[in-house]
């Protein structure tokens, strides 16, 4: 399924799980948190994102910044 982003861009919903390490549970927490694409995920802020997840999910077990910034480098680094 496919949306606009908040700038106007079509971006592809859904994806995150083409992403190693995001599975369904985590990517239900991005989704969530207003992350529901892989071109969403490359221009987040690792820790601003850990930030959000903790605030709405409280601390969870396994899901670290540094995870985070691996997700966010693995999106930029993907071939759409």
Partial sequence: MSMTDQ???????????KLKGIGPRYRAILEEIGVASIKELRH???ARLKEMIEK???TV???SEHQMETWIEEAKA???
Avoid: A, I, S, T
């Fill in 7 to 17: 700038n106007g861009h079509r971006v592809q919903e859904g994806d995150l799980d």
């Fill in 44 to 46: 987040r802020n690792p």
């Fill in 56 to 58: 709405r999910h409280g």
């Fill in 61 to 63: 077990v396994g899901l």
């Fill in 78 to 80: 993907f071939e759409e």
